[in-house]
């Protein structure tokens, strides 16, 4: 089934993640007037369908919705119609998302990768607008990326343009989620943050207490959400966990600079509820990494404005675009 884009009015922007589905009603303004989240079901597949429709039906049931977006983490096709595969849910290759939905609704809808969703948010609405070229890093479970040149969303021949996550960076790595092997998202997602946190509390038990305490006592109970607390506290782990992701970030960020010369880096995701702990040793390590240091500006390096928000209200927007 074909669809005009709409022009105006309300939307939902879906934003699926490997552990939380996001919903909300999006103005054209950007701004989410209702907003829904549920858990990504292990299982994936239809029953992660199944979620997704839940969630729209409860939004559509307050607001006259004229049209459905849809960000997802992983690889969509070049027609923003079909998840092609993503590293970190399960049974969800392949999958016609926009048919179903569509199907069951019968409004426009569109699919897009949550880090091409969010930069189109920061671009439209918050810290990317005005910028030129901008590009996006979105770590959170993993670690994707979004890049907009002249005012358009660069999506590449194939729809996988700027997935900067999977950058391989060491050839005797760790295994990533897309099946390759050192991508720059096993080392700067955060994933890999809680893995340095692991690693040093199983190798100094002593010491791993007093980091454990920011949580429920227990390594399995430990979150990113204490590891943040603990490092703003100024537990020496859990700050040496955050130079390790921030090294790595930094060495992305030097990288891609000589490839692509972006006036700005927006990074998003849950890591930037560290703030400066993240973001300041991020820096410092691109100045490190940068080729020719002393010839070569960095681009400017800054927060997203919307955090978690940012993929559904790109998401709500695109579908009008």
């Known amino acids: 089934m074909n669809y005009p884009k709409p022009v105006s009015g309300l939307t939902v922007g879906i934003d699926i993640g490997g552990t939380k589905v996001l919903g909300g009603v999006v103005d054209t303004s950007g701004n989410i007037l209702e907003s829904l989240r549920k858990d990504t079901p292990k299982t994936g597949g239809q029953d992660l369908i199944n979620v997704v429709i839940e969630i729209v039906k409860t939004l559509q049931a307050n607001h006259k919705i004229v049209g459905i977006g849809v960000s997802n983490a992983g690889i969509v096709s070049a027609d923003r119609r079909t998840?092609?595969?993503?590293?970190?849910?399960?049974?969800?290759?392949?999958?016609?998302?926009?048919?179903?939905?569509?199907?069951?609704?019968?409004?426009?809808?569109?699919?897009?990768?949550?880090?091409?969703?969010?930069?189109?948010?920061e671009y439209r609405f918050g810290n990317a607008k005005g910028l030129n070229p901008v590009m996006f890093f979105i770590i959170g479970t993993g670690m994707g990326g979004g890049l907009i040149v002249d005012g358009k969303l660069y999506r590449g021949a194939n729809g996988i343009g700027a997935e900067f996550g999977h950058m391989m960076v060491k050839l005797d790595g760790e295994r990533c989620g897309c099946g390759a092997i050192g991508c720059i998202e096993t080392y700067a997602s955060g994933s890999a943050l809680m893995r340095y946190a692991h690693e040093a509390i199983k190798a100094d038990a002593q010491g791993a207490k007093s980091l454990l305490d920011f949580g429920d006592g227990t390594i399995n109970g430990f979150t990113g959400k204490d590891l943040t607390k603990a490092a703003q506290a100024g537990n020496a782990m859990a700050l040496s966990a955050f130079a390790k992701q921030s090294d790595w970030v930094g060495s992305a960020i030097?990288?891609?600079?000589?490839?692509?010369?972006?006036?700005?880096?927006i990074i998003g995701g849950g890591v930037i509820d560290a703030g400066d702990l993240f973001l300041k040793p991020?820096?410092?390590?691109?100045?490190?990494?940068?080729?020719?240091?002393?010839?070569?500006?960095?681009?400017?390096?800054?927060?997203?404005?919307?955090g978690n928000d940012a993929g559904l209200i790109g998401a709500g927007d695109l579908v009008r675009e």
């Open 282 to 306: 991020a820096i410092t390590a691109a100045e490190k990494y940068m080729p020719f240091a002393d010839k070569h500006p960095l681009p400017k390096i800054i927060a997203a404005k919307f």
């Open 254 to 265: 030097a990288s891609y600079t000589m490839l692509l010369d972006p006036e700005a880096i």
């Open 83 to 121: 998840v092609v595969a993503a590293g970190n849910i399960s049974n969800w290759n392949n999958v016609a998302l926009a048919d179903a939905l569509q199907s069951e609704f019968d409004l426009p809808v569109v699919v897009e990768n949550d880090a091409n969703a969010a930069i189109w948010a």
